[in-house]
Each structure stands twice: as C-alpha cells, then as structure tokens.
C-alpha cells in the first residue's frame, strides 16, 4: 500500500491514532501510540524520517548514552485495528539506528532483510519465507537453486549474520539469531 493510501485509510476512516509496532530481539513485540494528525502534518517525510524513540527501554539493545533511535514505518503493513475503541491504524516498523541511518542489528527485520539480501547475492537462495519460531528470534526457510554443500553451509557461518543452518524434512532451513 503505497503513503498516499494510508493517508486516504486515515482520513476516510477519521481515524485518531497510529500505533507503531517492532520486534525485539526476543520476539516480543512493542508499541506506541501516536496521534494521526502528526502522520497527516506532512506524510511523505514522516514516512522517511520515521518516528523517534528511546532504544534504552528495549532490554538489551541501547544504553541511556545512546538510547536515540527511530521507527521507520512500512507503508505495506498499514491496516486499521478492530480492537481499539478509537479507529487506529497500525503500521509495522523497521528500527533504524540514526549512527549511520541503517537498520538496526539488533532489529529481527533487519536481520532478516540483510541476510535475505546476501542468499539472493551469493545465488545460494532465490526466495525465502519468513516465519515466527518460538524457539528462535526469527527463521527463513530457503528454497535452494542448488544443492547445498557444507562448503556453502560454512560460507554462510563465516557472514557475520548470526546465521546457524539446519537440515529437517529434506529442507534446508536457516536460523538466523543476534
């Protein structure tokens, strides 16, 4: 969905709120809550810029020297909560480290991203799914173009992702952890 829908979601459906939601590395999920009327102040910046936030509360992520960090929200992930009293939208989104402007290492999309992004680099995958594992932060189940080897299994180790491969059911599944 692109901004300009949400804006229209937002205002066809007097929406009041904006509730922006991330995932720590432990899996559990959290959220603010934002008024709508700064997403409608001027949409295509605040969808650039993201919103900011206090990475200190998040355990084991940033220290309270160094706690500033923003939410960038995904455009796609927009839908309107039933739950809520109040229209609210809610919006996924990636944590960026405004260090260096990327996402955030600590941030399972992150990982995710990145090391889906090195699979379709290296030609060992050409799609990956994404699912939550109560055992793991996140895991990716590879469609492989190729037989795998353990050369390529120790190549994918080697990365820096945090990545630990796996063989069940005759696929190749590979974890990726922080």
């Not at 309107?80 to 600590?106: H, M, N, Q």
Request: proline letters at 3%; one cysteine or more.
């Amino acid at each position: 969905m692109s901004i300009k829908k949400v804006v229209q979601m937002i205002e066809d459906n007097d929406v009041r709120f904006v509730d922006l939601r991330f995932t720590d590395t432990n899996g559990k999920q959290h959220h603010f809550t934002i008024p709508a009327r700064i997403v409608l102040e001027d949409p295509e910046e605040w969808f650039e810029n993201g919103q900011a936030f206090d990475g200190s509360s998040i355990g084991g992520w940033k220290g309270i020297q160094a706690s500033d960090m923003q939410l960038r929200p995904d455009s796609e992930t927009a839908y309107i909560d039933p739950f809520y009293d109040d229209a609210t939208v809610v919006l996924t989104c990636d944590v960026i480290d405004p260090a260096d402007g990327k996402g955030y290492d600590r941030d399972p999309r992150s990982i995710a991203k990145r090391a889906e992004a090195y699979l379709k680099l290296s030609g060992i995958g050409d799609t990956a799914f994404f699912d939550l594992n109560l055992n793991f932060s996140c895991l990716m189940a590879c469609l492989l173009k190729r037989i795998c080897t353990n050369q390529i299994l120790k190549s994918l180790l080697k990365q820096g992702l945090g990545l630990a491969v796996c063989i069940m059911m005759g696929k190749i599944r590979v974890i990726v952890q922080s």
